[in-house]
């Protein structure tokens, strides 16, 4: 099933002609519009007539979360003011958040693409969407809302929070379809248990998960606990929102990213190289069709690889692997380099564990330390010291036998880890403090 068939079947040589001249386009356009381009533009000794081929754009530079809070709140914008529709900012964890602003065509633009993007995912005109990301600044919420409503689904516009209420809901009005993030979504099926509900007896279907990493082994927790079909998507507010990108439901084995809105390349982090598909680096994307804020070779700090080979859904675009997690949330502990992600896998495929934990990076004198803190069953929790303190034993072996990191485990009780009804707060490094 397609939203958009011609568009998400284009052969490759179409695909491509399309993104070359869209590309030129918009290299054009920010030139022009944006002194931000112009300036680096001219100092890399680059004019867009120069562009003769797709490859041209590994000449150009990068632009950088930094050259975004360098031109808070509006500088990077392309379109004037009064063709700006709407505004979204992301809070980033330091200083003023991260502005961006879509004028009418870039809204209809994001809106078909998250409609494409729920087709994918096995949703469509019928389906009551519980859209649980939430709704303000953040572009979970209304970007989800907007693409529910143009796949003609019915949309419950419930954001996050209220837990209990949400259950209930989800429970009176039917919903098939559930869009929040994977955290939460366990958090979910923690409250509906407790409440004595059984998802298997309601009627959601599929879950579109996305906004923060998650791992293989807890969409299999998640499967199971929500009894659905779980699938990931992908997507930034610089770039857009939700819906950059998105598994199908007919493989889930990497999501498509809409090449013929955007042009995506894998760098090497450190040289900033292209690297070869299939190799593991940073995500870089070129938006090729925004009008409020084009972004040429916007450094997302996503790490991923990047794949051309066929997919069975028929859908030609590329596909990028599931985010290992963000450059700056890997973790160097005593020169071993971990994702937190890597270390939910294992915690998800011990018995006994629960799915909720917080990784704490301290220093001792010159030492880096790893503390795992995470919750262990109900049924375990009353069991002796001494299958607890196994249980410990076994988290610290296996991360220690996978990751080649040794840490702490500290086994606590359950739902003492804070749950998020957004994003989840994963790892605390007392190193920065
Ligand atoms: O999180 C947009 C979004 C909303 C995506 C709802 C999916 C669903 P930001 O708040 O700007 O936008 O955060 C973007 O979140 O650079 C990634 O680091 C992370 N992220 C988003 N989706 C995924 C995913 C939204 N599927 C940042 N897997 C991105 C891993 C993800 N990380």
């Known amino acids: ?202 009627k959601l279907r599929v879950g579109i998960f996305g906004a923060e990493p998650w791992s293989e082994a807890m969409r299999d927790e998640i499967e199971q606990k929500l009894n659905i079909s779980a699938i990931d998507i992908y997507g930034l507010s610089e770039i857009m929102g939700p819906g950059v990108a998105i598994e199908c439901i007919e493989a889930k084995k990497g999501l498509h990213i809409w090449e013929d809105h955007f042009i995506p390349e894998i760098i090497d982090p450190v040289t900033g190289q292209r690297l070869p598909e299939g190799e593991l680096g940073e995500l870089v994307i070129t938006t090729i069709t925004k009008q409020g804020i084009p972004l040429i070779r916007y450094r997302t700090r996503d790490i991923t690889s990047l794949t051309y080979e066929p997919c069975v859904c028929g859908r030609t675009h590329a596909r990028i692997a599931r985010m290992s997690g963000r450059s700056d949330d890997m973790l160097i502990i005593r020169g071993v380099n971990v994702f937190p992600s890597q270390i939910e896998a294992i915690l998800v495929g011990i018995e006994g564990i629960e799915p909720h934990y917080m990784l704490i990076v301290d220093r001792q004198g010159t030492m880096d330390t790893l503390t795992v803190q995470v919750e262990v069953s109900e049924a375990l929790f009353s069991d002796e010291i001494k299958v607890l303190q196994a249980l410990s034993r076994r988290v610290e072996k296996e991360i220690k036998d996978m990751l080649g990191v040794t840490c702490t485990a500290k086994l606590v009780e359950p739902k003492t880890i804070q749950r998020s009804e957004g994003k989840a707060k994963r790892v605390t490094d007392n190193r920065k403090l």
């Open 1 to 202: 099933m397609f939203f958009d068939e011609e568009f998400e079947t284009l052969p490759r040589p179409a695909l491509e002609a399309l993104q070359f001249k869209r590309l030129q386009n918009v290299l054009e356009r920010v030139n022009a519009n944006v002194p931000f381009y112009k300036t680096s533009f001219a100092r890399a000794g680059f004019s867009p007539s120069d562009l003769k081929c797709l490859d041209d754009l590994q000449g150009l530079p990068f632009t950088t979360k930094q050259d975004m809070r360098d031109s808070y709140p509006y500088d990077l914008f392309a379109a004037p003011m009064e063709d700006i529709v709407r505004i979204h900012a992301s809070s980033g964890t330091t200083g003023k958040p991260t502005v961006v602003g879509y004028t009418q065509k870039d809204i209809a633009t994001w809106t078909d693409l998250m409609a494409r993007s729920f087709v994918a995912a096995g949703a469509h005109k019928g389906d009551i969407i519980h859209n649980a990301y939430g709704y303000g600044l953040f572009t979970g919420g209304l970007g989800a809302h907007y693409g529910a409503e143009r796949l003609g689904a019915s949309v419950i516009p419930i954001s996050g929070g209220n837990t209990k209420r949400q259950i209930m809901i989800m429970q009176d009005f039917g919903s098939t379809v559930l869009t929040c993030t994977p955290s939460y979504s366990l958090f979910m099926a923690e409250e509906a248990k407790a409440e004595g509900v059984d998802f298997k007896e309601l």
